[in-house]
Structures are given as C-alpha cells and as structure tokens.
C-alpha cells in the first residue's frame, strides 16, 4: 500500500512536498514513480528514482522544478516541487513497481496510492 501526502493549494511560484508512505511491501525491492493526471486528461510520468535511490529522473518539461528522494528506512518517498505553475495543477500519485528502475509507463506499476491533489492558483 502506498499513501500519499502534502498536496493542497498554492500561488503560482509557491512550493509543495509530497510524501509517498510505503506499507505492506519492503520499499528497497521496487523502483518508485510519480505521475500526475489534471481534469480530462492522461496520468502522465513526473518522475522516478530506483530501488537504491540512485539516478532520480524526470520528465523533461519539468525543467529541474521537481526533486525527488526516497528514505529506505522510513519507507518514505518525497517529491519535492518547486515554482509551481498554474498547470501543474493535478492529483499526483506514487507508484511501485517491482523493477529496480523507474519506468514512465503506468502499466509497468504494480502498486498506487489513491493520490493527492494539488492546485496552483494564478
């Protein structure tokens, strides 16, 4: 089970941190990804980081705003967003996946959280 915290709303400009708790599964064994879906629209790829926490990536129109880290022994993930923009306006989730590396397909996860919404007003 993965549970999701931290969204809510902000200005444009503004920063949120979100924590992914992870439980029932050992968080060393799974790659972890977060994605995004807004109204109408696709769960898109935020980004990820492997099961050893090396190499967080992140989708390329993120442009460095986005960091994300993961605490092993906590069983804790945080994605940590920066200058937000109107839209990154979005219910943002964690995802488990059982590969040592992140992927950006949603179907490559086998574990969601049931996500959390974040609004960035302009």
């Known amino acids: 089970q993965l549970v999701e915290s931290g969204g809510g709303l902000v200005q444009t400009g503004g920063s949120l941190r979100l924590a992914c708790v992870v439980s029932?599964?050992?968080?060393?064994?799974?790659?972890i990804g977060w994605f995004r879906q807004a109204p109408g629209k696709e769960r898109i790829f935020v980004g990820g980081?492997?099961?050893?926490?090396?190499?967080?990536n992140y989708a390329d129109s993120l442009s460095g705003r986005f960091e994300i880290s993961r605490d092993n022994n906590k069983e804790t993930l945080v994605l940590q967003m920066n200058n937000l923009k109107p839209e990154d306006t979005a219910v943002y989730y964690c995802?488990?996946?059982?590969?040592?590396?992140?992927?950006?397909?949603?179907?490559?996860?086998?574990?969601w959280g049931q996500g959390t919404q974040v609004t960035v007003s302009s």
């Open positions: 029932g599964f050992t968080l060393d064994d799974y790659a």
């Open positions: 980081i492997s099961w050893d926490g090396n190499g967080p």
């Open positions: 995802a488990g996946r059982t590969g040592r590396t992140p992927s950006p397909q949603t179907y490559d996860y086998r574990y």
